[in-house]
């Protein structure tokens, strides 16, 4: 910049007409990048209402990510209470989410670094809220939203590939899992029984050997008289240490105001929650309906 005969005269450079066009276009780029690698949202969504008229569901339901990818859950609530369970033998890496317990207002994130489908339930309503994450390894994402009435789906484009399940026996030799299996075969369990107990039976793997097994009956408030104010009250519970390979039996009694409520309706509808504990890994968890007759 200089002064000639009395005013100022600037030089500006020329910017290369290529390098400023290379320019411009990342400032649109880099956005739509940056976005694309944020993950799928899973939320829990409470509708209807109460006392007993409420549903809950996880939305979306299922969804598709790959190997590496990261998926959010989140329960915006800050009345109601929900929390996650996996019901695979291998579980991700979460942070900041209830695993086993329910809470209200959270939000975290779960990674997933092998390829395979995760299923997942909600602590606190099991039955509503089922729901899945599949890992495929070609990068692809697949998201799977409530579409129409409850239990209804509308599902977006699809992934190819091939995948293990986690828990799953890979050929060449066990991936590690207690269960003796996949989770409908290593659990045996009537859905419709009679009597103040229970029954059922697990195959336990070489690796859930030494482990420990817990039970649990769980029924609505609704059912139990003087239950505490919670959607799901205990019915009942067995825990079994020093698990040996092999078919497992159990046999779970009702506990005392469980009882009552079946001598009272002739009926109880229960959620079984069954946990396999080896010494070393992770649990398994796995989740059944029984209906118990007087």
């Known amino acids: ?67 590496g990818d990261t998926v959010t859950f989140q329960n915006t609530s800050s009345t109601v209470s929900h929390g996650v369970v996996w019901d695979t033998a291998e579980a991700p890496s979460c942070s900041g989410i209830p695993l086993g317990r329910g809470e209200t207002s959270w939000k975290g994130a779960c990674t997933f670094s092998h390829p395979g489908s995760y299923n997942f339930h909600c602590y606190v309503h099991p039955i509503e809220m089922k729901g899945t994450v599949t890992v495929s390894a070609n990068g692809t994402t697949t998201v799977t939203t409530p579409g129409g009435p409850p239990g209804t789906t509308t599902t977006g484009t699809t992934t190819t590939g091939t995948a293990t399940a986690p828990g799953a026996q890979e050929p060449g030799g066990p991936s590690g899992s207690p269960l003796a299996g996949s989770a409908s075969s290593a659990i045996r369990l009537a859905r419709l029984q009679h009597g103040g107990a229970v029954r059922g039976a697990v195959a336990v793997s070489e690796a859930g050997s030494g482990g420990r097994l817990e039970v649990d009956l769980l029924a609505r408030r609704a059912s139990l008289a003087g239950a505490p104010h919670a959607p799901l009250a205990s019915a009942g519970r067995l825990v079994r240490s020093s698990l040996r390979a092999g078919v497992v039996s159990f046999k779970v009694p009702l506990n005392a105001r469980a009882a009552h409520a079946l001598r009272a309706h002739h009926r109880l509808a229960l959620t079984v929650r069954i946990v396999i504990r080896p010494v070393h890994g992770s649990p398994a968890t796995v989740t059944r309906s029984v209906l118990l007759r007087s």
Do not use: D, F, Q
């Open 1 to 67: 910049m200089r002064k000639r005969k009395g005013s100022w005269i600037v030089r500006v450079k020329r910017v290369p007409l290529g390098l400023a066009a290379l320019l411009g276009a990342a400032v649109v780029v880099l956005p739509a990048v940056a976005s694309s690698e944020a993950g799928p949202t899973i939320s829990a969504v409470n509708s209807g209402g109460g006392p007993y008229g409420e549903s809950h569901a996880w939305s979306p339901a299922s969804v598709e990510v790959a190997s």
